[in-house]
């Protein structure tokens, strides 16, 4: 039997020596993969109904965040209360960082003014992940029961007949540029709540209300089919996506300007390390060219945010609500 020259020795040894080096190194990477969070479902709750403007938009970055996770991200949707609802059960997570809020300024600015009380504490409760869009809100009515096609009609026709005119609203936003609209112009009109702005459309293209103050995902796909007239739109400049149609300033009612924005929050509790990864990856949405052409689309322009500047944005907004909602006259529920 021939002797194995040291030479064939070194040679195998240094070659089961590198390929146990590279099945260790392989073995390191896919278990630093499979142990990255998430690395289970997430629960996306989302105040108000689905096929509303902000559950489409949910759904549009739940779909992004699976890409980007390889785990399923589930929408809830707990309408009502001005998305009061399904903050609390965010709320209620604490410590839980697969558990999500995609929430419009309702809840984490203009509540604080429009409930005498709530179930929760915006700052303390949550914590804030990225901002997502903003939006811009569109007074509608339903050309085949009113002629009027600007405000200033609008105006002079609720003035020859008091009383009969009712707007509807399913969010803050809608509720605060109703009452601020009823005030600058001088006009009686009656608000009735609903628990989400397509419940308002439905009842406005049934003929039960006049006038809805709708978010843009919903009122643009309704005013190019024709359903629905766009008079004017509540933010400082016209929207690309309805670019004949004027702000309420434009219209006359100076000073008039009002929008709203998305956001995700976690609950208080996350642990920083799960916090900053999910505020990364909506922040790396928000910036994929398809996501920010969908937001477009509907209306929305695309905006991020870390989670401190979200944080600030909570505090200031939370002051200029309170400031708006005053001026509107609405009192607390």
């Given at each position: 039997?021939?002797?194995?020259?040291?030479?064939?020795?070194?040679?195998?040894?240094?070659?089961?020596?590198?390929?146990?080096?590279?099945?260790?190194?392989?073995?390191?990477?896919?278990?630093?993969?499979?142990?990255?969070?998430?690395?289970?479902?997430?629960?996306?709750?989302?105040?108000?109904?689905?096929?509303?403007?902000?559950?489409?938009?949910?759904?549009?970055?739940?779909?992004?965040?699976?890409?980007?996770?390889?785990?399923?991200?589930?929408?809830?949707?707990?309408?009502?209360?001005?998305?009061?609802?399904?903050?609390?059960?965010?709320?209620?997570?604490?410590?839980?960082?697969?558990?999500?809020?995609?929430?419009?300024?309702?809840?984490?600015?203009?509540?604080?003014?429009?409930?005498?009380?709530?179930?929760?504490?915006?700052?303390?409760?949550?914590?804030?992940?990225?901002?997502?869009?903003?939006?811009?809100?569109?007074?509608?009515?339903?050309?085949?029961?009113?002629?009027?096609?600007?405000?200033?009609?609008?105006?002079?026709?609720?003035?020859?007949?008091?009383?009969?005119?009712?707007?509807?609203?399913?969010?803050?936003?809608?509720?605060?540029?109703?009452?601020?609209?009823?005030?600058?112009?001088?006009?009686?009109?009656?608000?009735?709540?609903?628990?989400?702005?397509?419940?308002?459309?439905?009842?406005?293209?049934?003929?039960?209300?006049?006038?809805?103050?709708?978010?843009?995902?919903?009122?643009?796909?309704?005013?190019?089919?024709?359903?629905?007239?766009?008079?004017?739109?509540?933010?400082?400049?016209?929207?690309?996506?309805?670019?004949?149609v004027p702000t309420m300033a434009e219209s006359g009612l100076s000073g008039f300007s009002l929008s709203s924005w998305f956001a995700v929050f976690q609950s208080a509790g996350v642990p920083m390390k799960n916090n900053e990864r999910m505020s990364a990856l909506v922040q790396r949405?928000?910036?994929?060219?398809?996501?920010?052409?969908?937001?477009?689309?509907?209306?929305?322009?695309?905006?991020?945010?870390?989670?401190?500047?979200?944080?600030?944005?909570?505090?200031?907004?939370?002051?200029?609500?309170?400031?708006?909602?005053?001026?509107?006259?609405?009192?607390?529920?």
């Open positions: 039997m021939m002797k194995k020259s040291s030479t064939q020795i070194s040679r195998r040894h240094l070659l089961a020596s590198t390929l146990a080096a590279s099945v260790a190194s392989l073995w390191g990477v896919s278990s630093a993969f499979a142990a990255e969070w998430p690395d289970k479902p997430l629960r996306m709750f989302v105040g108000y109904p689905a096929g509303s403007g902000i559950d489409s938009v949910a759904r549009q970055l739940a779909r992004q965040l699976e890409v980007y996770t390889g785990q399923a991200v589930i929408v809830e949707n707990r309408p009502g209360a001005l998305g009061n609802i399904a903050a609390q059960a965010v709320a209620s997570a604490y410590g839980d960082p697969n558990t999500l809020l995609f929430t419009p300024n309702s809840t984490h600015a203009a509540n604080t003014h429009l409930f005498r009380k709530l179930p929760f504490d915006p700052v303390k409760d949550f914590t804030p992940v990225a901002s997502v869009a903003t939006l811009n809100f569109v007074l509608v009515c339903d050309p085949k029961a009113i002629e009027a096609i600007n405000v200033n009609q609008l105006i002079q026709a609720i003035q020859r007949e008091p009383g009969r005119w009712a707007y509807g609203t399913g969010n803050a936003t809608g509720m605060v540029a109703g009452a601020m609209f009823k005030s600058q112009a001088g006009v009686d009109l009656i608000g009735v709540p609903y628990k989400g702005v397509p419940q308002a459309m439905t009842d406005l293209m049934g003929g039960r209300i006049q006038l809805v103050f709708a978010d843009a995902t919903l009122a643009i796909p309704l005013v190019r089919a024709g359903k629905l007239r766009a008079l004017a739109v509540t933010g400082q400049r016209r929207m690309a996506a309805l670019g004949q949405a928000i910036r994929e060219p398809s996501m920010a052409e969908f937001l477009r689309n509907i209306g929305a322009e695309p905006e991020t945010s870390t989670s401190e500047e979200l944080a600030r944005r909570v505090t200031e907004d939370t002051e200029r609500w309170g400031r708006m909602v005053k001026l509107a006259g609405i009192e607390p529920e």
